[in-house]
């Protein structure tokens, strides 16, 4: 089955430092997403990106966050200034057309520590 | 804001048993509901899903049973295999899925005692 690639697996960083969450999503998906889980709770959505721009995005997706498409394959997540609580563990996802045709592929995630 | 709930946190089940896997959900715009299932140090993968039009959708051994007028939803697993045991989540979209973006619960681990 195809994949949906993240690098790094882990990623520790200082507090106020940028990190970039690389993904590589299937090739011919249409659709990409970053969503991500704060240890003991739920997956929450962050953004949602189609046709190079942002279709959607969360409360949590605030001025510190970014996402861009540079190259046609890799769909990065740009967090600028880090906080403690940005640690989680961060998804990407891509899906050819819409939910109810098409299955929702996801990484296996970037763990992201803050200290 | 929990518009998606899975107020149990685990299950145990025997191999060869049934498991019910309950969620709840308070916004009536959502319109299609999917199950996922997570290994440790994956990502969530598709299980199976329902429409708002359905009551119920079978895949082998999988059932998502869905009761509108209760904003209920179940996944039975019948029979229970070891290889089940995994964090499940249960996920809302509004739309009839078309804008993608999943609202998630808060999962339920499944262990499948031996």
């Known amino acids: 089955e195809p994949e949906v690639t993240q690098t790094p697996s882990h990623q520790v960083t200082q507090m106020g430092q940028e990190v970039i969450l690389r993904c590589v999503p299937i090739?011919?998906?249409?659709?990409f997403y970053w969503y991500r889980q704060i240890l003991g709770q739920k997956v929450e959505f962050l953004v949602s990106?189609?046709?190079?721009?942002?279709?959607?995005k969360s409360e949590i997706f605030d001025d510190q966050f970014s996402v861009e498409r540079p190259d046609g394959s890799n769909f990065t997540l740009k967090i600028r200034s880090t906080k403690l609580e940005d640690s989680a563990m961060y998804f990407c996802?891509?899906?050819?057309?819409?939910?109810?045709?098409?299955?929702?592929?996801f990484g296996s995630g970037t763990q992201l520590s803050v200290l | 804001d929990q518009q998606v709930k899975q107020n149990s946190p685990s299950l145990s089940v025997q191999e060869g048993r049934i498991s019910i896997l309950n969620c709840d959900y308070t916004?009536?715009?959502?319109?299609?509901f999917l199950w996922y299932k997570k290994y440790p140090a994956e990502g969530p993968t598709f299980l199976i899903s329902?429409?708002?039009?359905?009551d119920k959708n079978e895949d082998g051994r999988f059932t998502v049973f869905l009761n509108k007028s209760a904003k209920h939803l179940s996944l039975h697993i019948v029979p229970s295999q070891p290889g089940d045991s995994a964090v499940y989540f249960c996920?809302?979209?509004?739309?009839?899925?078309?804008?993608?973006?999943?609202?998630f619960g808060t999962g339920t681990l499944l262990a499948v005692q031996p």
């Open positions: 996802a891509s899906i050819l057309g819409h939910l109810t045709d098409e299955k929702l592929f």
């Open positions: 090739s011919n998906h249409l659709y």
């Open positions: 990106f189609y046709n190079n721009e942002i279709s959607e």
């Open positions: 916004n009536s715009m959502f319109d299609y």
């Open positions: 329902i429409s708002s039009i359905k």
């Open positions: 996920a809302a979209s509004e739309g009839g899925g078309a804008t993608n973006k999943l609202i």
